[in-house]
Structures are given as C-alpha cells and as structure tokens.
C-alpha cells in the first residue's frame, strides 16, 4: 500500500519543476490537478537511520503547529524509502531578498518583519518546539505584495520536548555555524534560548547588511562568538532601541536573553521604531552586502580549484552569492 502512495500524489498534483535541494530532501514545486493551487513538495529521503531520524522530526512538528508565521502543511504522502510533505508555496522571495529588492529600507520596515518572526517563535517555544537553524534564509514571503506575511520554514533540525517543561534541553551541536548561539558551540545544554541568538544575529545583518561574528575563519568566529564579542561599528544611523533590542538577544548568558514574548513587548517593536531617524538604510545595507557577496564568490572559486576542499551545504556567504543579483558582484 505504502509504494502506491506516491502515485495518488502524481493523480492529485502537477510535478512542475524542482526549486531546491537539501542533505535528505528535494523541493518540488506542484499545483493541485483541480484548484491549480500552486504548492511546495518536499521529499524526506527515510533510508538511512539520519534521514529516516529528519524526517519523524519534520513530520512531527509540521503536524503539530498551525500559525500564520510558520509554513502550513496541507497534507503527506509517504512510499517506502520517501515521505512528501506538500506545503503552502512561499512566492515572496526570502528576508534578505525583499530588502534587496526595496528601494527603500528603515528600521519600521525590519520592525514588521521581526515582529511576525517574534510571533511565531513564541507560538513554537511555547509548545516546547526549539527551530535550532533560524536564519534569513528559511524565512520566506507569503507573496510578493507588500502586505505579505512572513512565514518560519524548514523544520529538519528541531528538536521539541516529550513533555512541555521549560527546563528542557538539548546538546546536539547543528545549524548554520555564523547563527549559532554561545551555548551550543561551549556545548551547553541549549533551549529556546538559542533560536533568541539567532533572532539578533538575524536583526542585526537585516539593519547592516553585516554579520555580528564576521571573521575569516572558522576558529575565529567560534572565539568571536564564544566571547560575544561585536560592536555596531561606530554606525550612529541606528537609533539606541534598536542596539538595545539586538543587545538583549546577543547576551551570552541565555537566561538573561530576551524571550520571545519579551521581544515582542520590547519598546522599539511596540513603537515600530517611531525614535528612529527614519533614515534609509538601504544604500549601506547593499554596500555591505555587495562586499560579502564578493568576498564569498572569491572563496568559492577558490575551494573548488583546491584538492579536498568542498562544501557539504550552501554556507551563508554561498547563499549570499546567490540571493543578490549578478550586477552586484561586479
């Protein structure tokens, strides 16, 4: 029954093109034979013990939450070595595209978007559900208008409690290594805390197009992180709330981190910056962009014309080359 599974997808579903690819899975864009509602399919590879692990993970938080922030699950279909999980289809283009993508960028505007991010990390860690790899890139628009909402996908690497009690946590190093929060890389027991991190790292690459632990090599930002050691370089175009907002999240004790619910009633969110200069902080947020992106095409030419050097996922600089547009480059 199991091997017939996928061949009810193929009865219901249009297969249209594959828009993206992962360690155990591939994304697939579908529409629906009778609604021509256009949907996402990703298929979950369950062969091996590691895949087969990703995706009772997957499944399991997917099943479980319903909330405008986070991607829907309309339904599954499984055969004997894959599972397909059709979900809503995110148009919108990613966080740091839209802001590329503006020709216009203030702190109101990251505002609106951390202030649903805030939403729906509160609606996961109060069902005891930890995302562990928060990042610009699995945040994606709804649609294309500027009224879209922003929804929190892929859902590979969280880890959520048997029961829901707050001392809950996990040691298991993943994610993407420049959002990772102090305590997973001293191997400290981590909690919701962590993706709290990874909310400021993200707030504060989308007000400067930079990242907070930005050095060259991997030994370095693993101290650069393990310190906490960041500074706004000397950019007084960002008003104090919002350095305060990032200084509450990217404080290396996680019991002093904010908490989502606390983000959200935090007085530069409340206020959706209304003390900011209004200035607009697109020019230097591509600028910076622009260089990252460079820098990160150069290393990735580099790594593939040197012996045994290769990348088992698209890092964040990689993304980064891929998000901007070509011009930018040159």
Same mark, same amino acid.
């Given at each position: ?214 050095? +060259? &090599?991997?030994?370095? %930002?693993? !101290?650069? *992180?393990? =310190? ?7 950019? $007084? #175009? ?37 003390? +900011? &200069?209004?200035?607009? %902080?697109? !020019?230097? *947020?591509? =600028? ?7 820098? $990160? #095409? ?33």
């Amino acid at each position: 029954q199991k091997c017939a599974v996928s061949v009810h997808m193929c009865f219901r579903y249009d297969i249209k093109a594959l828009i993206g690819r992962g360690s155990f899975s591939r994304v697939i864009r579908a529409e629906h034979r009778n609604t021509r509602q256009p949907f996402a399919i990703k298929l979950l590879e369950v062969k091996g013990r590691e895949g087969h692990e990703a995706c009772q993970v997957e499944l399991g938080v997917l099943r479980r939450v319903n909330h405008s922030n986070i991607i829907h699950l309309a339904e599954v279909f499984e055969t004997q070595h894959r599972v397909y999980l059709v979900l809503e289809l995110a148009t919108g283009g990613e966080l740091l595209e839209r802001v590329v993508a503006r020709g216009t960028f203030r702190e109101r505007d990251a505002t609106k978007a951390l202030m649903m991010v805030s939403g729906g990390l509160r609606y996961l860690h109060t069902l005891g559900v930890i995302h562990r790899d928060l990042k610009p890139e699995n945040l994606l628009y709804y649609h294309p208008g500027q009224d879209s909402r922003l929804i929190i996908t892929d859902f590979g690497r969280t880890r959520r409690t048997v029961c829901e009690t707050k001392d809950w946590a996990v040691r298991t190093l993943c994610g993407t290594l420049e959002y990772l929060a102090h305590e997973m890389l001293a191997r400290r027991p981590c909690s919701s805390a962590a993706d709290m991190w990874a909310l400021g790292v993200i707030t504060y690459i989308l007000l400067s197009g930079s990242l907070p632990f930005d050095q +060259s &090599s991997r030994p370095r %930002l693993f !101290r650069a *992180i393990l =310190r906490g050691s960041y500074s706004f370089h000397g950019d $007084a #175009s960002l008003s104090t709330l919002a350095k305060s907002f990032i200084d509450r999240l990217l404080t290396l004790e996680p019991e002093h981190r904010m908490t989502a619910e606390k983000t959200l009633k935090h007085p530069w969110l409340v206020s959706m910056a209304a003390c +900011s &200069s209004n200035k607009n %902080l697109h !020019r230097s *947020i591509s =600028r910076n962009l622009q260089r990252r992106a460079s820098r $990160a #095409s150069s290393r990735c030419l580099s790594s593939r014309s040197t012996p045994g050097l290769h990348y088992k996922k698209k890092s964040t600089d990689q993304h980064l080359c891929s998000v901007l547009p070509h011009s930018f480059l040159h």
